[in-house]
């Protein structure tokens, strides 16, 4: 069974623009979760899709925004980006109250 | 923010030796889960122990949980060098899967 990958795995961005990030879950996985990992603030919670409807967010400004498709994909976006945001940003899938398994995550840096 | 802290926030060892790491967390939860990172790298799941679980065992880790005391150990015999990563506890209070990660010790077992 193929596990969660994300894409892309690294990605330079200039301060201004805007970054979209993928996420495919594992195969049956309905619910994904979107991470932010930082050496200062750690990992902390993005949001998280449960068939197409976002169930929770976290406590980051609207410039970060994410979707979820009918096969369970997922995307994040990230617009007028800021130095701040660069970070490891990591996907992961679960069954319902079950285990999550995170993708390799995708080092986003912002110059 | 984080609502666990594990503890200690680094520690070195020889292979062979046992590692203990503990988490302390705030509110109630549903489940509690242990995760390892090596290097920026993915989040790979360890174990997961529920609220109403007080100890479980897979291969050379065991955990524990103290509701009570709202804290959880991961205990790792026979330590080798390929165990040295970051650790991370993840708590959920359930109906949802977004999970609060502390901020992860750091393992290095040297050969």
């Known amino acids: 069974k193929a596990g969660v990958t994300q894409t892309p795995r690294y990605l330079i961005k200039t301060r201004g623009q805007q970054v979209t990030l993928s996420c495919s879950p594992i195969?049956?996985?309905?619910?994904v979760s979107w991470y932010q990992q930082t050496p200062g603030q750690g990992l902390q919670f993005l949001f998280e899709?449960?068939?197409?409807?976002?169930?929770n967010k976290g406590n980051f400004p609207g410039r970060f925004s994410g979707r979820q498709f009918s096969n369970s994909r997922s995307e994040m976006n990230v617009s007028t980006l800021e130095l701040g945001d660069s970070a490891l940003y990591l996907c992961?899938?679960?069954?319902?109250?079950?285990?999550?398994?995170f993708g390799q995550g995708t080092r986003l840096t912002v110059v | 923010s984080q609502q666990g802290e594990e503890d200690p926030q680094a520690l070195s060892i020889q292979e062979g030796e046992n590692a203990t790491m503990n988490c302390s967390y705030k509110t109630s939860i549903n489940n509690l889960q242990w995760y390892r990172q090596n290097s920026g790298r993915g989040l790979v799941h360890l174990i997961l122990?529920?609220?109403?679980?007080r100890e479980k065992h897979s291969g050379r880790l065991r955990v524990t949980l103290d509701t009570s005391k709202k804290s959880s150990s991961l205990l790792i015999t026979a330590s080798r060098a390929a165990d040295t990563a970051s650790y991370f506890c993840a708590t959920d209070k359930g109906g949802s899967e977004k999970l609060v990660f502390g901020k992860g010790m750091k393992l290095t077992v040297n050969p």
């Open positions: 122990i529920r609220s109403n679980e």
């Open positions: 195969s049956g996985h309905r619910s």
């Open positions: 899709y449960f068939s197409e409807t976002q169930r």
């Open positions: 992961a899938s679960s069954l319902a109250g079950r285990v999550a398994f």
